[in-house]
């Protein structure tokens, strides 16, 4: 049997691509939380794996360094990446909105 990682596990991390994805996608969504949603998470599972957005890169044709911008952001090379990656300051606001919804009602 012969093996081929995907092309995030033997790249380097690349900072600036990474700014380049963040940049694109809150271009096409407006803001990172409705990129997320309709750009990344469309399954809703709170996570991404590297197909769900090598899809969307593909989708937004980014040009970049798509395995670079992804090591930058799955810093813990779990092989998926959350909200709290993308961007922990709407992933905090979430988590509040979140928590007043459960005590308030």
Same mark, same amino acid.
Request: aromatic letters at 16%; zero cysteines.
């Given at each position: 049997?012969?093996?081929?990682?995907?092309?995030?596990?033997?790249?380097?991390?690349?900072?600036?691509?990474?700014a380049e994805v963040l940049q694109m996608l809150t271009h096409w969504g407006g803001t990172m939380i409705i990129a997320w949603r309709l750009l990344l998470d469309m +399954? /809703?599972?709170?996570?991404?794996?590297?197909?769900?957005?090598?899809? !969307?890169?593909?989708?937004?044709?980014?040009?970049?360094?798509?395995?670079?911008?992804?090591?930058?952001?799955?810093?813990?090379?779990?092989?998926?990446?959350?909200?709290?990656?993308?961007?922990?300051?709407? +992933? /905090?606001?979430?988590?509040?909105?979140?928590?007043?919804?459960?005590? !308030?009602?």
């Amino acid at each position: 049997d012969f093996w081929t990682p995907p092309e995030w596990v033997v790249a380097d991390v690349d900072h600036e691509a990474k700014a380049e994805v963040l940049q694109m996608l809150t271009h096409w969504g407006g803001t990172m939380i409705i990129a997320w949603r309709l750009l990344l998470d469309m +399954d /809703e599972s709170n996570h991404v794996t590297w197909t769900e957005y090598k899809k !969307a890169m593909t989708w937004m044709r980014f040009e970049g360094n798509m395995a670079g911008a992804w090591r930058a952001l799955d810093k813990g090379q779990r092989g998926y990446i959350q909200l709290r990656d993308v961007d922990p300051v709407a +992933d /905090e606001a979430i988590g509040f909105f979140k928590l007043w919804l459960f005590e !308030a009602f």
